[in-house]
């Protein structure tokens, strides 16, 4: 399964933002995918995760109530859609896939997107 990240960009305090990924290679039939992100100096951390069949979510407390996942399966994409981004939120996005996990932890994840750029002004 390769994995495409985009939808960063630059975009001030407060404002919006939805990021893709696109599952391609064959359709994702895993248990979830995911979105991590890594701040320069930081370690990667959980932001979301979605059960790819149930629709069950999972969302960090750091971003709770500002993002919302949601996949379409017929697309194999998965979407982040975020509102009311902060200066704090400036990092690379990644998306993430797994055959048999879904939580937190970014060892459950077999497989890894590029990554996209989010930067977010004061």
């Known amino acids: 399964v390769q994995l495409q990240a985009s939808g960063g960009g630059l975009v001030q305090a407060g404002g919006s933002l939805r990021l893709s990924c696109v599952a391609s290679g064959r359709t994702f039939s895993g248990a979830a995918m995911g979105w991590f992100r890594q701040a320069p100096g930081n370690e990667r951390e959980f932001v979301a995760s979605i059960r790819w069949y149930g629709g069950g979510t999972y969302y960090s407390d750091s971003m709770k109530g500002r993002i919302t996942i949601s996949r379409d399966k017929a697309k194999n994409t998965m979407y982040l859609q975020m509102s009311n981004l902060k200066p704090e939120d400036t990092a690379v996005y990644y998306c993430?896939?797994?055959?048999?996990?879904?939580?937190?932890?970014?060892?459950?994840?077999?497989?890894w997107g590029q990554g996209t750029q989010v930067t977010v002004s004061s």
């Open positions: 993430a896939a797994s055959p048999d996990y879904s939580g937190p932890d970014s060892g459950g994840y077999d497989y």
